[in-house]
């Protein structure tokens, strides 16, 4: 490899600009076959001893074959990336790695490409004491443009098992068409690397597993449909007339007539019925299923992507890090002289930091409390303006709230994360890993609450603390909003729809595209009249920007789909159809518009595992106090078990009569209002033994669940038995191959008759290394003499 050029997959650019000319250069860089061979073994490359012979069978794919049924989600992808048993690369064992006779091919390409970014990274190019090291810090103060590997160059038409392994992707895996196939995930892996590959991954087994509660969900939201018509209470409030006279919903509203609103209550209906109880215990169930089995096939994709035992070395300090550490210090492990910065000093960073998050979480929460007041009045002016709105102002007032809310979300998500960002670089974290670590945290802790405040705010904040006539409770002077008319599950349902698409619609990252798009065009301009080279075609493509948006959105959506699902059904439904349309959209974006970054191995999704199992428990809690007290199940089943099981009355029951100074106020003309209390606006006894009920529940629910999920937690171990063969088979091939001392098989017979001979006559004075070699397999002979002597000599 030193006497010819790499293949251009092989070699890894750094564009700089002559501020003077105004010019962008371009060095192509690779390694020649000892420089790989030796940070190859620095770095703890492993190399293939024999491949595998068993096929990979995705779980699907097994079920299907198991029933005898075609598989829909099947494609012949040529060329897949065959499997090896492999072990950490040594160069003094070269010979007994498969393919070590071919230079060109031993190595494959993202190997490569980890050697000369190790290189690099490592390589100082100034004041080692002032941090001077490595092209991280060169790209961040800006004294080089970019450094990236070069995207595999288009071959004309040719048959499909000769494609490059990028054209692979775009026909097998971004094209719209493979929206309903299982994803390649080797060629990904092979391409881009362990990271990227396990996000593709994990993004694929979600959006699978989302295929089941979808189809659940949908029966659940028809099944709504036929209690529309089946429903005694739905029955009740659209046939009731004149007969429950309802008190005003604002201080200038008239009464109202409780059959107006017998389309709401049926749509209600939809949301919030028994089916909901069902559901919202399967998918707590589904979610801790969910996350076992992802670590299933977790340590399967590790292991085969030879990642099960991948220990981070001793990582770098970032480049800003380095540039902005006061002192240095002497590294216990490297034993070199180091960027230190003072752990109290950054113990009290992050507790500022913690100030800064309280402080934006208040603002959230002032926002919210501001979007509240919007809503009632809003709905007070829509009402006064005698317009065609006037009887849906409580409709229109709920709706564009929820709009007004979503762009609060996304404006104070921009805002964050760009705070997120300056706060993690101020808190001075040494490497990169634990910089990422802490900026997720950040960002997350504000996302979960920026996101889940409104619909938690709904879900169990919003109506319970109106008051009753005469004694209504207040906000800055306005009175407190209370649920819409076909309850609380139907506005959060609302609010959930709006931020789930509104936010795929209304994505900032829009923005961005457009942004670096137009930095596109700018650079095409400066080669428009010349030959573009691979290395200039790449640099005009945009930087791929890491896999946090991408992991955050889908987390967030995660949420959604457990937390809050007893309201809204259907929320898997969208969260699927969304994912069909996620994965192609990245794959495009990484394949034909990211230029190609260099690989990370990985063992896993990381911080975002822990973060996915933080939410399943919430989910449990958010669900179980969903039905006890915003849905209308748990009164239900006790009307029927206490008053009539057809739950012929519920209307009535669940309604109160305004008290009698408020009635004597207003022309001794009495109201209903939504209550369990007396004349004199006192909670009756049967709102203590429903508190009591709703509270056994939320108990119940949740330590059934957990309790269940801890029994699959058990049941389904973390490693399949078949991989653990494999690693143990992996392990035993590692130990033979790179083992020390081989004694051949001639030698131990030359061996083995001297020491017959010298036992025979008695010659004791043999070496001891003799005896050593042979002991155990001379113990096993019948000569007695042999036997005796080797028991003497203690072996």
């Known amino acids: 490899m030193t006497s010819t050029s790499p293949p251009l997959s092989f070699q890894l650019v750094i564009s700089f600009i002559l501020q003077t000319k105004n010019k962008i250069c371009f060095v192509l860089l690779s390694a020649p076959w000892n420089v790989l061979c030796y940070y190859a073994e620095e770095i703890s490359l ?57 230079e060109e091919t031993f190595f494959k390409t993202t190997q490569r490409h980890q050697v000369l970014y190790e290189i690099l990274a490592r390589t100082p190019y100034g004041s080692v004491k002032q941090g001077e090291v490595g092209i991280d810090r060169l790209l961040t103060e800006q004294v080089l443009a970019a450094a990236y590997p070069l995207h595999e160059l288009p071959t004309p038409p040719v048959p499909p098992e000769s494609l490059s392994l990028r054209q692979i992707l775009y026909r097998y895996w971004a094209q719209w068409s493979c929206w309903r196939r299982y994803q390649p995930l080797d060629h990904i892996r092979e391409y881009f690397g362990e990271k990227i590959a396990l996000y593709f991954a994990w993004l694929g087994f979600y959006t699978g597993w989302l295929l089941p509660a979808a189809v659940v969900g949908t ?7 036929w209690l529309m018509s089946t429903d005694v209470p739905v029955k009740e409030v659209c046939n009731s007339g004149g007969t429950f006279v309802m008190c005003p919903l604002c201080d200038i509203c008239p009464d109202w007539n409780y059959s107006s609103i017998c389309f709401s209550y049926k749509a209600g209906i939809l949301f919030d019925n028994g089916g909901t109880v069902f559901f919202s215990i399967f998918m707590s169930l589904w979610a801790v299923t969910f996350l076992e089995y992802w670590k299933r096939t977790s340590s399967v994709l590790t292991h085969r992507w030879d990642c099960s035992d991948f220990q981070e070395m001793e990582e770098r300090p ?24 003072p752990e109290n000093k950054r113990f009290n960073r992050i507790l500022t930091g913690c100030m800064v998050i309280i402080v934006m979480l208040t603002g959230v929460f002032i926002f919210l409390i501001a979007i509240i007041l919007y809503r009632t009045i809003i709905g007070i002016l829509i009402y006064k303006s005698n317009s065609i709105f006037s009887n849906l102002a409580g409709r229109v007032a709920s709706l564009t709230g929820s709009v007004l809310n979503l762009l609060v979300i996304l404006m104070l998500s921009k805002v964050y994360t760009a705070l997120a960002h300056i706060l993690t670089r101020w808190e001075m974290h040494r490497t990169q890993t634990k ?12 996302q979960f609450v920026n996101f889940y405040s409104s619909p938690v705010y709904i879900a169990f904040f919003k109506g319970r603390f109106v008051g009753y006539p005469g004694k209504y409770n207040t906000l800055f002077g306005v009175r407190n909003e209370d649920c819409g008319a076909g309850g609380c599950l139907i506005e959060l349902a609302q609010e959930l729809l709006v931020i789930m698409v509104g936010k795929q619609l209304l994505s900032p990252h829009l923005k961005e595209v457009k942004e670096e798009n137009g930095e596109k065009a700018q650079r095409e301009e400066q080669v428009e009249d010349e030959e573009i080279f691979p290395w200039e075609t790449d640099y005009q493509l945009l930087v791929c920007g890491g896999l946090f948006d991408e992991y955050l959105e889908m987390v967030i959506q995660f949420g959604f789909i457990t937390i809050f699902v007893a309201a809204c059904p259907l929320a898997p439904l969208f969260a699927l159809m969304n994912n069909w349309i996620e994965i192609r959209l990245d794959a495009q974006k990484f394949v034909t518009e990211y230029r190609r970054p260099v690989v990370e191995r990985a063992q896993g999704i990381g911080i975002w595992l822990p973060i996915l199992q933080f939410i399943t ?97 058990l049941m389904v171990p973390d490693i399949p038995e078949e991989v653990e063969l494999k690693m143990k088979r992996e392990h035993y091939m590692a130990k033979e191959a790179l083992a020390e001392n081989q004694v051949s098989k001639c030698c131990l017979y030359f061996c083995s008759v001297l020491v017959f001979i010298t036992v025979k006559f008695g010659l004791f004075q043999c070496c001891d290394l003799c005896f050593q070699v042979v002991g155990k397999t001379m113990i096993s002979n019948d000569d007695e003499d042999l036997s005796s002597t080797l028991r003497y000599r203690g072996l």
């Open 46 to 102: 492993r190399a293939p001893l024999q491949v595998v012979t068993a096929p990979n069978i995705d779980w699907s794919e097994h079920i299907l074959s198991q029933l005898s049924l075609p598989n829909p989600m099947a494609q012949d992808v040529p060329n897949p990336p065959p499997d090896y048993y492999t072990c950490q690369f040594k160069t003094n064992k070269l010979h007994r790695f498969l393919g070590s006779d071919n």
């Open 219 to 225: 029966v659940i939201f028809l099944f709504g449909f």
């Open 318 to 341: 970032r480049p800003e890090f380095t540039a902005m550490a006061p002192m240095t210090m002497r590294n216990p492990v490297t034993g070199a002289e180091e960027p230190y910065f």
């Open 435 to 446: 910089y990422e670590d802490m900026f997720v945290l950040k960002v997350f802790i504000f």
């Open 617 to 713: 428990h919430m989910a449990v809690l958010s669900n179980a106090f969903l039905i006890a007290f915003t849905s209308s199940f748990l009164p239900r089943q006790y009307y029927r078990y206490t008053r009539d099981r057809t739950l012929s009355g519920f209307v009535n029951f669940t309604l109160a009569t305004s008290p009698y100074n408020y009635t004597q106020q207003h022309h001794n003309i009495s109201c209903r209002y939504r209550g369990l209390r007396d004349e004199n606006g006192e909670y009756l006894p049967e709102y203590f033994h429903l508190l009591a009920v709703r509270l056994s529940f939320v108990i119940i629910f949740e330590h059934v669940v957990f309790f269940i999920g801890r029994m699959i937690d």
